[in-house]
């Protein structure tokens, strides 16, 4: 038992250090909400039946959508749902479509994005 | 004592690998035995887990904003897989999947549906690597492996002493000198405690965790700890509300509602027709609470008695007369007859008079309706018409007499309230302030609105004055600030799942149960109100 506890240690000091990132940041530039994703920012445009998320550097300038897989986790009016994610025209956007209403849907998207491990963001509810 | 050399040789072989480990002590001297964890929050919850030894998590889910349990389900998405955590308790819920006994930094995204509510939530496992476990294990099996002569050589020696130990043992001697159960017991209690200490389903309870202040000053308390201290907090927000004033005071009687009960002579105290009222004793307003029988000097009683004898020969010489005149009635006048049975009235009446100050006693009678207080009465006893024999006051209906030492605002009074010395807030209603100065303070009165029917007359109490001069700060309840161990009040914020940082602040008293922060907190900071002078013992 303390054989494991002191294996844990040097794993444990960045678990706890690391706090939750709260901050809030303003409407992206076409208009949804930012999430923080890395270094990354993403940012998720919900429509009735549609789901956009943009990929933007840490200055909110666009980046292109190519090569990143992924997945989005949906909660809209009691029901989960899990959309599979695919880059749009243009390689400008990811967009996945289902049955949803925008308007206080929760989603949490799974990303792979090049050369990463496959990470998973919170988007904050759409006011 | 030589038996014990093969069985020194066995524990410092088991010892080994433990002492192996002792030197990474140094490498992280902070986290002292903190376990991995992964900590998710939304706008509505807060979610913490906590990897146990052995690939089992423990989730704790907590409303966000209040630290309340928050009691549902969570479905758990590792890696694709969809995985429900099973509940254990009130917020408390085990997850188990192999994934999470391997090594890694793993996101996992938890959907969690507490009664109506349901959120998503995701957060990242930092997973510990097993590697070092195996590197180390290696890394003196490695060096026996490098160097066989001393593998050959220690292996040689151990046997070499064994058997020298064994040979030179002494013969075993009679029970009665030697007792052997004591020796054999010892080695079993110690091969019971080492399984007890590896066995997994221990580990899998649960590791403990202490509270711990780290070096920047914030306390680490885990989820476990928080929801045995019942922490709560409570998200702030500004708010307007009236500066305060405050002022020492009593507890004084309603004027209207108090009495005291005095004779209007000297005399002797008798019991009432229940015998005398007793402390605390519910009393109506117009009850007999005791008689006092007048008490006279020899002269005084003498006096009256010859003006009773002297009245009484008259009342019998003129009831004499009236009778006679009576049964002449037609030879005699009228006239006559009506003024002899007029006078004989009159000395009837004038002996009736007297009559009570030769016989008669004086009733007390409590004024007001209310619960005797004061009792200062002994049956037989004399008083005089200087002494309050009873108090009487209606506990229902109490005022608060407080001395202003600045006259400034007094105007402008909003409100006030009153605090108990066992720390009750008593809502008070201002009625009125004296003009002539007493202790150089002017003394105000207060109503006490609906006062508890403990509250003592006399009590003191510390009134605060609520002035209409806005104050904009924070409303938190009065336990919320605690001192610090440096001196000034502190706060603790709640900044993440299981920390929290003291906060200094400048705080104003608002009423007995809330005070205003004006300085230190920002708006939409989660601060603690339950619990935190259990936080701040934390060392």
């Known amino acids: ?13 960045p678990a706890l250090a690391q706090s939750g990132h709260s901050h809030s940041h303003g409407a992206g530039p076409n208009g949804g909400v930012v999430a923080e994703l890395g270094n990354q920012h993403l940012e998720l445009v919900l429509r009735d039946g549609e789901l956009r998320i943009y990929l933007l550097n ?22 989960q749902q899990t959309l599979r994610l695919a ?9 996945g479509q289902g049955e949803f209403v925008a308007r206080g849907t929760r989603v949490v998207a799974s990303l792979t994005l090049p050369g990463q491990p496959q990470r998973s963001v919170r988007f904050p509810v759409a006011p | 004592m030589r038996r014990f050399l093969p069985l020194a040789l066995i524990a410092c072989l088991l010892a080994l690998p433990v002492r192996a480990h002792e030197g990474h002590d140094d490498e992280a001297p902070v986290a002292s035995n903190a376990l991995p964890r992964l900590q998710a929050e939304s706008e509505l919850f807060e979610l913490v887990g906590v990897l146990q030894p052995g690939g089992l998590m423990l989730l704790y889910l907590d409303r966000w904003a209040d630290n309340a349990p928050a009691d549902g389900a969570i479905t758990v998405t590792i890696e694709g897989q969809e995985v429900a955590a099973e509940r254990l308790g009130v917020g408390l819920f085990s997850l188990r999947h192999p994934r999470l006994a391997r090594p890694g930094s793993i ?21 510990p690597a097993p590697a070092e476990h195996a590197e180390e294990a290696h890394g003196w099996l490695d060096a026996l492996r490098e160097a066989p002569v001393l593998l050959i050589g220690g292996l040689a020696l151990l046997l070499g002493g064994l058997a020298l130990g064994r040979l030179s043992a002494p013969r075993p001697l009679p029970p009665m000198v030697e007792d052997e159960a004591p020796r054999k017991a010892a080695p079993l209690a110690v091969g019971l405690l080492m399984l007890l200490a590896a066995s997994p389903a221990l580990a899998q309870t649960g590791v403990a965790e202490p509270p711990r202040r780290m070096e920047d000053g914030t306390v680490f308390l885990p989820k476990p700890s928080q929801r045995l201290l019942a922490i709560r907090t409570q998200a702030t927000a500004t708010a307007e509300a009236f500066a305060t004033l405050q002022m020492p005071g009593g507890i004084v009687p309603d004027p209207n509602a108090s009495g005291r009960v005095q004779p209007s002579q000297t005399g002797r105290l008798e019991g009432g027709e229940r015998g005398l009222p007793t402390l605390g004793q519910r009393v109506e307003r117009g009850q007999v609470l005791a008689y006092v029988t007048p008490s006279y000097t020899a002269a005084e009683r003498g006096t009256l008695t010859q003006n009773a004898a002297e009245l009484d020969a008259q009342i019998a010489i003129l ?50 309706s209310g619960s005797v207080s004061v009792v200062r009465a002994a049956l037989g006893q004399l008083v005089d018409n200087q002494m309050a024999v009873f108090e009487i006051v209606d506990p229902a209906r109490l005022w608060v007499e407080a001395l202003a030492f600045e006259r400034t605002s007094l105007d402008n009074i909003a409100g006030a309230s009153a ?17 002539a100065r007493r202790q150089q303070a002017v003394p105000l009165n207060f109503r006490v609105i609906a006062p508890p029917a403990d509250v003592d007359v006399g009590s003191p109490v510390v009134v605060l004055l609520r002035v209409r001069r806005n104050l904009s700060g924070i409303i938190l309840p009065a336990d919320a600030v605690v001192r610090s161990a440096e001196g000034p009040p502190v706060v603790f914020e709640h900044t993440s799942a299981e920390r929290f940082a003291p906060r200094p602040v400048r705080v104003q008293p608002l009423d007995g149960a809330r005070v205003v922060v004006t300085e230190g907190v920002n708006p939409g900071a989660r601060i603690v109100v339950q619990g935190a002078g259990l936080i701040a013992q934390v060392r």
């Open chain 1, 87 to 95: 880059a749009g025209p243009g390689n400008a956007y990811l967009v």
């Open chain 1, 58 to 79: 840490e200055q909110d300038q666009p980046m292109p959508a190519t090569g990143v897989a992924g997945s989005a986790v949906l909660q809209s009016q009691g029901r």
């Open chain 1, 1 to 13: 038992m303390f054989r494991r506890l002191f294996l844990t240690l040097p794993f444990a000091t």
């Open chain 2, 419 to 435: 605090t108990l010395p066992d720390g009750r807030a008593l809502e008070l209603e201002f009625t009125g302030r004296g003009l």
């Open chain 2, 107 to 127: 996101d996992l995204i938890f959907s969690v549906s507490a009664g109506e509510e349901m959120d998503l939530l995701t957060g990242t496992l930092e997973a």
């Open chain 2, 319 to 368: 009831q004499a007369r009236a009778t006679r005149l009576l049964s002449l009635r037609g030879s005699v006048s009228e006239r006559e007859i009506q003024e002899a049975q007029a006078e004989l009235a009159g000395a009837r009446q004038r002996r009736a008079a007297i009559q009570p100050a030769l016989s008669g006693r004086e009733a007390l009678v409590a004024p007001v």
